[in-house]
């Protein structure tokens, strides 16, 4: 049966799933949405707030419900956060109600691209990269678990990542016509 008309992107922080996102909805012509903005826009809080005052546990809980309710629109571009596959739950919904799309980077890259920014509170420690690497260590075998499509964002631009997402789509849904699911990888 085929996956609803649905693109969800997993992968840690850093890795691109927001701009990325937004760039592939406006590619295929659909709307696009940030679990994370829209918790913020539910709550009227950030998230290092919602951090602070409920811990890691009550975030996670308001983030299930919402990918729930999200992910039961039809033609959505959906960047989630980088633990939302710590839920069953939301992966189970996420396989089934969309293609998922892994955004990897190298740790050295997650770690680029996250250095400086304060709106990360599970990076608020003495040693983010050592942070960085146990989030990996923990999420990295749900992230593949849950994708139907791996591709690489390391030292690539955005416009390279989306055009890449895009060829891979079209490929995957003529796929799925003939044969069923089908989980690729892309090693550029």
């Known amino acids: 049966m085929k996956k609803p008309n649905n693109v969800f992107l997993i992968g840690p922080m850093g ?4 701009t990325i996102g937004r760039m592939l909805a406006q590619s ?14 539910v709550t009227g809080a950030d998230i290092p707030w919602i951090f602070d ?19 039961q629109q ?7 956060g980088g633990g939302a596959i710590l839920s069953e739950a939301t992966r189970r919904r ?14 050295a890259q997650q770690f ?3 250095s400086k920014d304060r709106n990360r509170p599970l990076l608020q ?21 849950t994708a139907d499509l791996i591709v690489e964002t390391s030292r ?8 890449e997402i895009v060829k891979r789509l079209q490929q995957l849904d003529a796929s799925q016509r003939s044969t069923g699911e089908n989980k690729e990888s892309s090693h550029d």
């Open 15 to 18: 890795v691109g799933k927001s």
């Open 28 to 41: 295929l012509g659909r709307p696009f949405l940030d679990s994370d903005r829209e918790i913020e826009a």
């Open 53 to 71: 005052v409920e811990g890691e546990p009550g975030f996670r809980v308001r983030e299930e419900r919402m990918i729930d309710s999200l992910t």
């Open 74 to 80: 039809d033609g959505i571009v959906m960047a989630t």
């Open 94 to 107: 996420l396989q089934s109600r969309g293609v998922v799309v892994y955004l990897k980077a190298s740790i």
């Open 112 to 114: 680029e691209r996250t």
């Open 125 to 145: 420690t003495a040693d983010p990269l050592g942070r960085i690497k146990e989030l990996m260590r923990v999420r990295e075998p749900l992230y593949l678990e």
């Open 156 to 163: 690539r631009g955005p416009r390279n990542v989306v055009n």
